[in-house]
């Protein structure tokens, strides 16, 4: 499924996706995106909300995680503040 289409920024700087390739890849109005540059060219990318189930396992593996290496809540506590500290400056 490779597709190339021509399309044209607005002065609002918006981008239309043509019909193609939003149908070939089931986006929608509303859908989100992350867009990504390396200086040289853009890639949007469909940012999907994650499925319940897999948010419920990736929270059980955490705490069995933090079970297994003695972490208990007061440590990520700290952690958590350590981490916003670091990113005000």
Known sequence: ??????????????????????????ISAGDKFAIISDGENILLRPVEK??????????????KYARENGLQKEDVVKAVKKVRRENRS
């Open 50 to 63: 994650p499925k319940i189930d897999k948010f419920r396992a990736l929270i059980a593996a955490s705490r």
């Open 1 to 26: 499924m490779s597709a190339v289409e021509i399309t044209s920024l607005s002065s609002k700087g918006q981008i239309v996706i043509p019909s193609s390739i939003r149908n070939d890849l089931k």
